[in-house]
């Protein structure tokens, strides 16, 4: 008979490990014990519960840039992998960006914005489809996962991508805009910072990302069994939290200068294009995902709540 507990017992020294691992001297995480046997655990019970009755199951975990959605997707997986001895896959949507050469011709033919990576329409869908395809089959062989290069913004050589050997029972399904859903045609005149308002004065860009939305990525998104949301507070507050992932990849990589690590003021321009669809997020998606986690401004989980 499984028990928090139990779990609690057999996992905790691996999770509070791995949680140590993204911590830097000056960043530390407080109450990991809290996050972990208050609200993981719990979430990955009721992950593994709903496995039960469909293999492989998808789950969908989206959240704001910087709001911790890999770090929360990995302690699941943890937890699943070693206490309900669950095969899982975590993905996430950022390795299935359009390669550099790919945005740039995006770029040429529909808007300039489109050489920057994070908003739909920069990913490949259509490999994302053919991935989750291919992990559904009742006669599963390998299957290779793309790896995308933040540092230099494109994507990892094959060689170098992930290999999967056993058919999933659970595949995490991580990203930013995972589940996000288009908006009313009459809502994107008005734009929401500078960036549409000096660069995309015609709506050109925010009718080519909204019109993903509702076509490509809804199929895409079709495809989830559930979805989980990282809520936070505010977009100020995520623009704060992304700040701090850029620094530690620039300390991670400051003896190379062949990465393109981001500057505080490059960071806050480039989220702007994330802002729109964010923001639409975070007045729609708690209405519709199964799970909402509430964060707290000191980037803590402060509640859970459970939609079905």
């Known amino acids: 008979m499984f028990s928090v507990i139990d779990c609690y017992k057999k996992v905790n020294n691996k999770c509070i490990k791995f949680i140590k691992s993204q911590e830097t001297p000056k960043e530390k995480f407080k109450n990991k014990e809290k996050m972990v046997k208050s609200f993981l655990i719990p979430i990955s019970f009721w992950i593994a519960n709903k496995a039960k009755k469909k293999r492989p199951f998808i789950v969908g975990l989206s959240g704001g840039q910087g709001s911790g959605k890999t770090t929360i997707s990995s302690i699941i997986s943890i937890i699943l992998k070693k206490y309900f001895k669950l095969n899982v896959f975590t993905i996430s949507i950022d390795d299935f960006y359009k390669t550099r050469k790919e945005r740039f011709l995006l770029s040429k ?21 053919d991935f989750f ?69 015609n709506l050109t860009w925010r009718r080519y990302v909204n019109k993903q939305l509702q076509s490509r990525y809804k199929h895409l998104y079709d495809q989830l069994n559930c979805l989980i949301y990282i809520k936070s507070k505010n977009f100020n507050l995520l623009q704060k939290w992304r700040i701090k992932q ?35 997020m975070f007045k729609y998606v708690p209405k519709y995902a199964s799970i909402i986690l509430n964060l707290n401004s000191n980037h803590q989980i402060k509640s859970v709540i459970y939609n079905k």
């Open 133 to 201: 395809k291919k992990a559904k089959r009742k006669k599963f062989r390998s299957l290779k996962q793309p790896r995308f290069n933040k540092a230099i913004d494109d994507r990892y050589s094959k060689k170098l991508w992930h290999s999967f050997k056993k058919k999933p029972d659970i595949i995490i399904f991580e990203g930013w805009c995972v589940g996000a859903r288009y908006e009313k045609s009459n809502t994107l005149i008005k734009p929401v910072n500078d960036l549409e308002k000096l660069k995309d004065k």
């Open 109 to 129: 033919k529909i808007h300039p914005l489109l050489m920057t990576r994070g908003a739909p329409g920069t990913h490949d869908v259509s490999l994302m489809l």
């Open 246 to 280: 850029e620094k530690k990849l620039r300390l991670k990589n400051k003896r190379s200068n062949k990465f393109k690590i981001m500057s505080d003021k490059e960071v806050i321009n480039f989220m702007q294009t994330y802002q729109r669809v964010t923001q639409n």
